[in-house]
């Protein structure tokens, strides 16, 4: 049997998730990395996409983010995130409504740079749309 570790998973209204879990796979801005209990301390960003949590009693969750960062230590990960909720949770007249908005946040952009930023929004709540 795979140690285990602490994992949490914060955001901003309240402690989404916090369990004993032997592997966390999320989304991280440089590719999406798997933690593991006694992983090496790291530090990185998250991109919008989706957290898979493997429990030490063996069920699996999984959790939409929207941005944050997440705090590795051996002995445990924290993920605080910009905006998350639990896939089975998951409003779909909500995600519509920001694919909408960030479709809206692509044609109104006034320059090259806030264009490209809100492309990679919209192309991040395209990829999430099409896994859940």
Known sequence: MADSF?????????????????????????????????????MTT??????????????SERFVVFGGFADIVPEGCTLLAESAVAVGDIDRVDLSQRLQDAREDVSDASNDAAKQKAQE??????????AI
Do not use: C, Q
């Not at 991109?47 to 493997?54: A, D, L, S, Y």
């Not at 929004?121 to 099409?130: I, Q």
């Open 6 to 42: 602490n994992f949490e998973l914060v955001s901003p209204e309240r402690l989404l998730f916090s369990a004993t879990a032997t592997e966390v796979v999320i989304p991280g801005t440089d590719g999406e990395m798997t933690v593991m209990a006694h992983h090496a301390p790291t």
């Open 121 to 130: 929004y919209l192309d991040h709540l395209t990829t999430l749309e099409a």
């Open 46 to 59: 998250i991109k919008p996409g989706v957290v898979t949590v493997v429990t030490a009693e063996g069920n």
